[in-house]
């Protein structure tokens, strides 16, 4: 039996048009920082990417910086800052604020959360934007956003990894974290990724095409269907977030005493990649710290699986996964009867 993927929000297949995109721009030798035309045509490929970037979240090629991720984007957008969150914050953000009692000037707001995939309202004036999982999935753009800085990353959308970009509204300053060159337009210095930039910009042109065509509805009837097929039959089964408007592609559940980490191995075994929440926690299955911010117990925190999927889900694997699900679930009732 050939595997199935339903682990999207921690990375999304990679698209064919970043595929493409990142092959032709192996062949540019130049530096983008280099004035000859080697290096202009390497700063081509990454000024391209900006306005792809740019365009697909609603901003300007300058409101753009390149970086390794969404891990040091939010560092960037951070440091220096008083900001204030919530437990439902990613790793990368977290850290970085609440830490000590001090005055806190700004907000750090997640607008997806990528383990229950619950959506919130950025309100005006938030500090900061996590976009991450928000982007490409649901309808965005950060100029009507109200925040004044974004962090988005490029595996979420189906470009590669190790590529990200921190968005800020003109007029708003970052303090930079690596000094030296001054790429960036001086925010952010290191010579540019340019393959991994180039197959960002083309997966982020492509992410939003494939929004504007419905496509994202699609793939929640899909998820709800999955849902209403395991409620069938495990009615006091916990699906968070479910009655609250959330992502399209994210089913987030537990049955309380069933370890999630038990779950992620026995569907590992049975051909089907799922996780216990956010990839961020060095390959450990941990109780989500974002239900137990809910109020949620350790049991029932450290019961709960995350299946996310995507466009090219079909309804034959989720009804495969369902089965294989429900005939763990029964030896697992067998065994505590």
């Known amino acids: 039996m050939s595997r199935v993927y339903l682990d999207w929000n921690a990375t999304a297949p990679l698209r064919t048009e970043a595929r493409l995109a990142m092959i032709a721009a192996m ?38 910086v390149f970086t390794s991720g969404a891990t040091e984007a939010a560092a960037l957008a951070l440091a220096g800052q008083d900001y204030s969150g919530s437990g439902f914050e990613h790793d ?23 383990e229950i995939g619950v959506v919130f309202d950025v309100k005006e004036g938030t500090g900061l934007s996590d976009s991450v999982q928000a982007f490409g999935k649901i309808p965005y753009s950060f100029a009507w956003s109200g925040a004044e800085r974004a962090i988005i990353s490029s595996h979420k959308f189906g470009g590669p990894k190790g590529t990200g970009a921190l968005i800020i509204k003109q ?15 001086g925010r952010r210095s290191g010579t540019e990724n340019v393959i991994g930039i180039a197959g960002m910009g083309a997966a ?26 395991l409620l069938n039959e495990v009615p006091d089964m916990l699906i968070f977030g479910k009655d609250v408007p959330r992502l399209p592609n994210t ?87």
């Open 92 to 114: 990368c953000v977290f850290a970085w604020i609440g830490n000590e009692p001090r005055p806190l000037s700004q907000t750090a707001h997640q607008q997806a959360n990528g």
């Open 204 to 229: 982020a042109e492509a992410a939003q095409r494939d929004l504007a065509s419905g496509i994202w509805d699609e793939v929640a009837k899909r998820r709800d269907a999955m849902e209403s097929q």
């Open 251 to 337: 089913s987030y559940f537990a049955v309380p005493g069933w370890k999630a980490e038990t779950q992620v191995m026995q569907m590992d075994l049975a051909g089907f990649a799922v996780s216990a929440g956010s990839a961020c926690s060095s390959g450990k299955v941990k109780a989500s710290r974002v239900l137990k911010a809910m109020g949620y117990d350790e049991v029932t925190a450290g019961s709960a699986i995350r299946v996310s999927i995507g466009p090219s889900t079909t309804k034959e694997e989720l009804d495969s996964f369902a089965q294989a699900w429900l005939k763990e679930y029964r030896r697992f009732k067998a065994r505590a009867a």
């Open 171 to 185: 007029g708003i300053e970052v303090h930079p974290t690596l000094k030296g060159g001054g790429q960036e337009m």
């Open 27 to 64: 062949d540019c030798l130049g530096n983008p920082s280099s004035v000859h035309g080697e290096g202009r045509a390497a700063k081509a490929i990454v000024e391209k990417a900006r306005g792809q970037v740019a365009e697909a979240i609603g901003a300007s090629g300058a409101d753009i």
